[in-house]
């Protein structure tokens, strides 16, 4: 075809043509075709740009072909400049059809070209889409020669190639469920002969009480749940069933009770009396257990015999029956649990543990299970989780956000606060029993930016935000710059009653600057800032302070925004064993993964741009490693506070603004990161609080099926 040619549109589904131009979607499926077939035929096996004008969209390309089950989807990158798409693609063999779902209700969509490229062509508009996320200092020529023989000295040629190309390539949209149930469940799990045998070897067999409180109309979802049981391949459960229907009489393992008042709390400890398992479990009416799910359990419990409560993934099953909202859970999260039940179902306590704390309270009905695993917690209990969903509930059972409330003002003790940020999703204050010290150390190059379309003197305005916006006192804050600060910036310094310190190097390294600040403060918390953020929440030391003092908390980290108000910072996950902040660029009122973004969470790793430790745990692991200069210093703090046995939090009630540039490539030199995965690497070969389905291209917590192969591995040798 002829290059740049235009192809024609015409509805295939769900669309009609008003008389302004605009396309109206007309049911739930809209789609667009390109053609003519013959154009779209000759494409194929080729890589193309395709390119668009539309307004109101957000278009999928989705591309059918011989020999496809189903038709791959890219999501068409915006233009940063304007309303378009610019994309390069390459198309499989026999393709067949080109479609365009739009993702609006009414829009425009016109100017669809599409270009083939050669290889040479292909790599040089990578290169230019990677160039124009540079800052503009990175892109001088100089600057770029540099960066390329530190990676050839550093990175094998293939690992680069394959860098570039994904660099500049186009995101496919998320995965869906399903095809994460083909491609990674269905292959991973065991045979029914290998489930036996595993059964046979296990080293002890302990009996798991199924919990359930049920009504008199609920006996079809009963059968439906015992169903699930008796197809277990781990034979050794028992039901205890509260309820004031009659039981069903034909299983042996069926262990009925009535309870001796009203309430599903009454119902549960009736059946918790009856229970004769070492561990007790509770499930709804109509849930459904896979087959290995209590052989999943009874081997993570005989590797760790310790364990006083294991939870596994979930998800919901719809009135048809089909699995539909799966549940991809963090590993053991404290600070995440009192932010959101992510514990959930199914989950195995030990019996007597649940006995000793007086079993289910009425008063926290509607989330009986949330109280009991709070108070299961408070101290150190030893909590595993098992990554497969292992459990399929019935659509419509949610927490009772009132009861859950009730519950967490319990575990945060007469004098501290909870509240609802969302449905599921709660925010817990603990008072601060002391008010220490603490020490804001800046590194800054004391220099101008433009902000808001105005020029401005970041130290300067840094300062007076800290001054006029926070309302925790206790602070100083001292300022590492390099010797060259202009005298109205050191005017501000005096009149915001700040202190310099001066690093004294030519050597850019922004580690040993945050080591000299903090070597000059006093505070017995260190709180280290970047100079060109804003603060926007007045409290956002005190609610910082509140997590760093709860014990096995080591770093704390806020919620930051681009000047735009999307997202900057939510915490830090890795992919490829390096990091990346997650959910980055989304909208600033974004909840997030089930409330990730909404409310705490605990993460391997927050941003330096404004992190809080205390002064014993930092000096304990020798400060910042100046080792590196410039990229992972941060990061590489928050791990070696985790390698302490320490967590770090993202804590969601402390907001900044973070005048970064949102679409800046971070510039990481090789050697840099080469060390850091020498270093951390067999560590960060699984992020805990990150589970494997999800992608990191970018992160975002949306299935991936790029990482499909490698969650797949995870679970094969999970039943090894």
Request: glycine share 8%.
């Amino acid at each position: 075809m002829r290059r740049g040619e235009a192809l024609g549109l015409h509805a295939l589904r769900d669309l009609h043509r008003a008389a302004d131009g605009a396309w109206i979607a007309t049911g739930p499926a809209p789609v667009l075709a390109l053609g003519p077939a013959a154009t779209v035929a000759g494409l194929s096996g080729g890589r193309v740009r395709i390119r668009c004008r539309h307004e109101g969209a957000a278009p999928v390309l989705a591309v059918e072909a011989e020999g496809l089950d189903a038709p791959r989807r890219y999501r068409l990158t915006p233009l940063p400049s304007g309303p378009g798409t610019d994309d390069l693609i390459r198309l499989p063999p026999a393709t067949r059809a080109l479609h365009i779902e739009p993702g609006g209700a009414r829009f425009r969509l016109d100017a669809v070209s599409v270009e083939p490229v050669g290889r040479a062509a292909a790599g040089l508009y990578r290169a230019r889409r990677i160039l124009e996320r540079l800052p503009p200092s990175e892109r001088k020529p100089l600057r770029l020669l540099r960066r390329a023989f530190g990676l050839l000295r550093t990175v094998p040629p293939g690992e680069i190639v394959r860098r570039l190309t994904r660099a500049g390539a186009t995101a496919p949209p998320p995965a869906t469920y399903a095809d994460w149930i083909a491609a990674v469940e269905a292959p991973a799990l065991p045979s029914t002969e290998r489930m036996r045998a595993l059964v046979r070897a296990l080293p002890a067999r302990p009996t798991v009480s199924v919990l359930m409180a049920a009504r008199a109309a609920e006996a079809d979802r009963v059968t439906a749940t015992l169903a699930s049981l008796r197809a277990q391949a781990y034979p050794d459960w028992e039901m205890c069933l509260a309820t004031e229907a009659p039981p069903p009489a034909d299983e042996p393992r069926m262990r009925p009770c009535r309870p001796d008042a009203p309430g599903e709390a009454a119902a549960l400890q009736a059946a918790l009396a009856a229970a004769q398992g070492a561990y007790v479990t509770v499930l709804e009416p109509g849930a459904v257990l896979a087959p290995h799910a209590l052989l999943a359990f009874a081997r993570r419990i005989a590797a760790e015999p310790g364990l006083d409560l294991v939870y596994a993934d979930e998800d919901r099953l719809t009135p048809e029956g089909a699995r539909t909202d799966p549940h991809f859970k963090p590993d053991w999260s404290p600070e995440t649990l009192e932010a959101a039940f992510f514990i959930g179902r199914p989950a195995l306590a030990r019996t007597e543990r649940v006995r000793a704390l007086g079993g289910f309270r009425p008063d926290c009905a509607g989330a009986l299970d949330y109280d009991l695993v709070l108070r299961l917690t408070a101290d150190e209990a030893r909590v595993g989780h098992i990554a497969q969903v292992l459990a399929h509930r019935p659509a419509g059972a949610a927490l009772d956000d009132a009861a859950a409330l009730r519950a967490l003002g319990t575990r945060a003790g007469g004098a501290g606060t909870a509240r609802r940020l969302g449905p599921g999703a709660f925010a817990v204050r603990r008072p601060l029993a002391a008010r220490p010290l603490v020490s804001i150390v800046i590194p800054t190059a004391g220099r101008d930016s433009t902000i808001g379309g105005q020029k401005v003197d970041l130290l300067a305005a840094c300062l007076a935000s800290i001054r006029a916006t926070g309302t925790y006192g206790n602070i100083e804050i001292v300022a590492v710059d390099n010797g060259d600060l202009r005298p109205e910036t050191k005017a501000a310094v005096e009149r915001h009653g700040a202190r310099t310190v001066t690093w004294p190097n030519p050597v850019f390294n922004i580690a040993a600057k945050m080591n000299l600040g903090a070597g000059a403060a006093a505070g017995e918390v260190l709180l280290f800032l970047n100079d060109d953020v804003d603060i926007v929440t007045p409290d956002w030391i005190e609610a910082m302070l509140a997590l760093l003092a709860i014990p096995g908390v080591g770093a704390v980290g806020p919620r930051l925004l681009f000047e735009d108000g999307t997202l900057q910072h939510v915490g830090v996950v890795f992919g490829e064993g390096l990091p990346d902040h997650v959910r980055r660029g989304f909208p600033g009122d974004d909840p997030g993964y089930r409330g990730s973004s909404l409310a705490n969470r605990n993460y391997l790793a927050v941003t330096g741009a404004c992190v809080m430790v205390r002064r014993a745990d930092f000096e304990a692991i020798r400060g910042f490693d100046e080792t590196y200069p410039v990229n992972y210093n941060d990061i590489d703090l928050c791990l070696r506070l985790h390698e302490r046995g320490l967590r770090t939090v993202y804590c969601a009630e402390a907001c900044l603004h973070h005048y970064e540039s949102q679409n800046r490539i971070p510039v990481v030199d090789p050697g840099e990161q080469a060390r850091f995965r020498r270093r951390w690497g067999a560590l960060l070969a699984r992020d805990p609080y990150y589970p494997d389905a999800f992608g990191t291209r970018p992160p975002a917590f949306a299935l991936d099926a790029e990482r499909f192969p490698q969650a797949a591995r995870r679970m094969v040798e999970a039943w090894r």
